[in-house]
Structure formats: C-alpha cells, structure tokens
Nanobody, 124 residues
C-alpha cells in the first residue's frame, strides 16, 4: 500500500488558481493509477480527475474539464492537480486516491488508498 498526503489547498478568489499536490510513500507509486475526488458541503464525494499509472491517459469530470489539469511525476512520487479559473462551486475538500492497477477509474470503490483531504475554498 502507498500512503498519500495532500497539500496546497487554501482560500482563493473566483478566477484564481491553486495547485494541489499528493505525496506518496511506501510502495512504488508508478504502479498506481491516481485520482482526485472532491466533497462539497452537504454533498457526496465525486470524481474530479484521474490519471493512469504511466501518466499517459487522463480523464476529467465535465465540471472541471478545460480548467483543471491532472499530472504526476513518478520520479518524485507525487501527483498534482492544477486548478485554474476557480469558481465558488469548486469549494470542497479535495482527496487524492491511489488504485493498485495501472488503469484510471472514475469509481471511488476501485481506489485502495486515500489521503486525508485538503480544503479548497473559492470566494465570490
């Protein structure tokens, strides 16, 4: 199992940017697909973006497509979520997750390990 720690959340104004990081330790990060999920107040956790183990394939929820970019640096055992043109509806706790197979997934049940989450708040 890998262990995951997110960082980079904070308070930003509408239209601003943040970059979230997900640092992995414990096992070979490059074996794992990775996803970013988010949970807004009073709502269920939802998929935001996913990336394959190699980094060659990415997929985004329609709500973030064109504004968010998922990436990873396997040499640094770190994944990233670059968030641009942020909106108040992007306010949520953001979680990174690792899946012990190379292909990405939009389904939470397929992820084996989760980070503790980082708060992102977008003010209007």
């Amino acid at each position: 199992q890998v262990q995951l720690v997110e960082s980079g959340g904070g308070l930003v104004q509408t239209g601003g940017s943040l970059r979230l990081s997900c640092a992995a330790s414990g096992r070979t990060f490059s074996y794992y697909a990775m996803g970013w999920f988010r949970q807004a107040p009073g709502k269920e956790r939802e998929f935001a973006a996913g990336i394959s183990a190699s980094g060659g394939i990415t997929y985004y929820a329609d709500s973030v497509k064109g504004r968010f970019t998922i990436s990873r640096d396997n040499a640094k055992n770190t994944g990233y979520l670059q968030m641009n043109s942020l909106k108040p509806e992007d306010t949520a706790v953001y979680y990174c997750a690792a899946k012990n197979r190379p292909g990405l997934s939009i389904y939470q049940r397929e992820y084996d390990t989760w980070g503790q989450g980082t708060q992102v708040t977008v003010s209007s």
